[in-house]
């Protein structure tokens, strides 16, 4: 019994440098690039910050929110330029009339500009065959609720 150990544990041993060498310089040299679906998924929490942050007046904080919103419009079309999901000229203008909400500091243009861009995910969400993916305009308090309050989940 205590050869099978022994033997077992050199076994082990010997094997360990030859697992790491599986894993080639040139795979752990790319660098990371993230999906589609993982900068969608990003946004709609960024969508879901965005919201809270007009909600309560904080506008460097809506500011901040619409400007990663913006980083993830610019990098899916550069990152995936084949795939029409990646199209992101629709949101555009909304994004602009949100910024313009922010910098006035006007809560009634925010909740309107907000509404455009929700409605241009749900658009673009359309255009590219996902339209099961439905985004929304949260449904309660900051304190109270659920980061994905801003999908819709029924059918």
Sequence with gaps: MK?????TIVAITLATPLFAED??????QRPYL??????????????F???????????DLAKYEL??????????????????AADMTIMREPVQEIGEA?????R????????KVTSACNNCHASANVGFI???VPRTSPMMTSPFSDQSFSK
């Design 108 to 115: 009634t243009k925010f909740v309107k500009a907000f509404e």
């Design 3 to 7: 050869y099978h150990i022994v033997v």
């Design 67 to 84: 400007g990663q919103i913006q980083t993830s419009i610019d990098d899916a079309p550069r990152h995936f330029p084949n795939i029409p």
């Design 23 to 28: 894993q080639s310089a040139e795979r752990s």
């Design 134 to 136: 439905v985004i929304r």
């Design 102 to 106: 922010i910098e006035a500091k006007s």
């Design 49 to 59: 910050k965005l919201w809270y942050a007009g909600e309560v007046d904080n506008w």
């Design 34 to 47: 993230p999906t589609l679906a993982d900068i969608m998924g990003v946004t709609q929490l960024r969508h």
